[in-house]
């Protein structure tokens, strides 16, 4: 009676091996191995890849939120007033502004006049969103502070305005240019409101890496911005600023009660909710999406461990007479199959460890070759295709190509071990 072997013993491993170097009158079976391994190769680099693309987009554009906004916003409900006006201000915002910045967590915190304005230089003109803000917090913004593609002086600033470099393209200005706004309340007379026009010096020119900002966004000096938009003693919105900003859901209750009655607290995740929902629940059917071409590579596996055993048929007849028992005749076309998802694994996790760090090149070269309208900013917000490679994507990805390469294993491998050898060597 056949007695059994230690699982895997050294001999298993090298059967095994043997069997997938396949001799030249089983060029089918070393065929189907190259496909299934090129094939779980692709599929694993993709998935890698992509994951790597995925995370790298959210993470700069989450980057590029955080660097050209605020973290959190304090505004107003609006309140009726006797004369009828809805009035949505924050007069007391220096006493709020002092409470906030007390609170642990908060870095600072600032006053900000927000409106809109029509701009115009020469003959051109186009409207953006304009916000007053205090002299230093433009230059403590992280992606206004040194941006190479930056031009003009920010500490200049207090003499004029800062625009972004879409709409200094659209005008025509770089700085030192004067440029008039218009804002249709303006100074109130006795026929009626007439609208303001004040000519202002670009002072700086701002690229943050979101073409929205870039195109839209205009700065002011807090105190001239009261002026322009008749604001005088009051601020619309305080802006908020944290030291971690993932974790900015657990201030909200601290910031809502030192900023008072009547008060509403808008963070950096509920004004881009639904684009952060919708980039996972896009990672999600990504990973679906490829995990199914994983699949399909993986059975490739199939199809040949059942050509490789009806070709060893003999061979495992004639192990089993010499006392080789079934489950090591399993074990031994289980490492078959494992073999292929492991070594297509390996592969595709090079591969795609290496498209990850080297995707700008790639995007240039696509770019190229389409004459640059691969990629456009307008479009999907940022200037560049990034790409971050995280333990935890790679770990998903491996996982689920040698799982499916595994579970592909098994109903060959137990076809084999059950293979009578009586049956197998009847007509040798």
Same mark, same amino acid.
């Given at each position: ?14 059967? %095994? ?34 994951? %790597? ?39 007391? /915002?220096?006493?709020v502004t002092a409470r906030i910045e007390a609170i642990p967590g908060v870095t600072r915190a600032n006053p900000r006049i927000a409106g809109f304005s029509m701009i115009s230089y020469g003959d051109r003109a ?10 230093? !917090? ?33 005008l025509g200005v770089i700085p030192g240019d004067k440029v008039k706004l218009l804002q249709p309340n303006g100074v109130k007379t006795a026929f009626g409101t007439s609208p303001r026009v004040n000519v202002y010096?670009?002072? /700086? ?28 003693? !009051? ?28 008060? /509403? ?74 073999? !292929? ?41 940022? /200037? ?40 197998a060597l009847r007509y040798e």
């Amino acid at each position: 009676m056949a007695q059994a072997t230690r699982p895997f013993a050294p001999f298993e491993f090298m059967i %095994a091996w043997r069997y997938l170097r396949a001799r030249r009158a089983e060029g089918g079976v070393s065929v189907m191995t190259w496909i299934s391994l090129v094939g779980i190769a692709l599929g694993v680099m993709a998935l890698v890849a992509t994951l %790597a693309v995925r995370s790298g987009f959210r993470t700069e554009y989450v980057q590029t939120i955080l660097g050209a906004n605020s973290h959190a916003e304090i505004g107003a409900y609006p309140q009726a007033m006797d004369n009828g006006i809805v009035n949505i201000s924050i007069p007391d /915002y220096a006493e709020v502004t002092a409470r906030i910045e007390a609170i642990p967590g908060v870095t600072r915190a600032n006053p900000r006049i927000a409106g809109f304005s029509m701009i115009s230089y020469g003959d051109r003109a186009t409207v953006g969103e304009v916000l007053g803000v205090a002299p230093n !917090v433009l230059a403590e913004l992280p992606t206004f502070r040194g941006a190479p593609e930056a031009t003009g002086d920010i500490g200049r600033f207090e003499a004029g305005i800062a625009i972004g470099s879409g709409i200094a393209r659209a005008l025509g200005v770089i700085p030192g240019d004067k440029v008039k706004l218009l804002q249709p309340n303006g100074v109130k007379t006795a026929f009626g409101t007439s609208p303001r026009v004040n000519v202002y010096e670009v002072t /700086y020119i701002f690229s943050v890496g979101r073409a929205d900002v870039d195109s839209a966004r205009i700065y002011m000096p807090f105190a001239e911005a009261q002026s322009f938009f008749n604001r005088e003693g !009051v601020a619309d919105q305080i802006e908020i600023f944290v030291d971690d900003p993932e974790g900015i859901d657990a201030l909200v209750p601290d910031l809502l009660q030192a900023s008072g009655q009547g008060r /509403y607290v808008w963070t950096w995740k509920d004004r881009s909710s639904a684009f952060l929902a919708a980039l996972s629940i896009e990672d999600d059917v990504m990973f679906v999406i490829l995990a199914l071409i994983v699949l399909i590579a993986t059975m490739n596996i199939t199809s040949g461990l059942v050509m490789l055993v009806k070709n060893k048929g003999r061979d495992i007849g004639i192990l089993r007479t010499m006392g080789l028992t079934e489950g090591s005749v399993l074990r031994v076309f289980f490492l078959c199959g494992a073999f !292929v998802g492991v070594i297509g694994t390996i592969a595709g996790v090079i591969l795609g460890c290496l498209i990850a760090w080297n995707v700008d090149g790639i995007m240039s070269a696509v770019n190229w070759a389409t004459g640059g309208g691969a990629w456009d900013p307008s479009i999907r917000g940022i /200037y560049r295709l990034p790409a971050e490679l995280r333990g935890w994507d790679v770990f998903r990805a491996v996982a689920l190509s040698l799982s499916l390469s595994f579970i592909v294993t098994i109903f060959p491998a137990r076809r084999a071990a059950r293979m009578n050898p009586v049956e197998a060597l009847r007509y040798e």
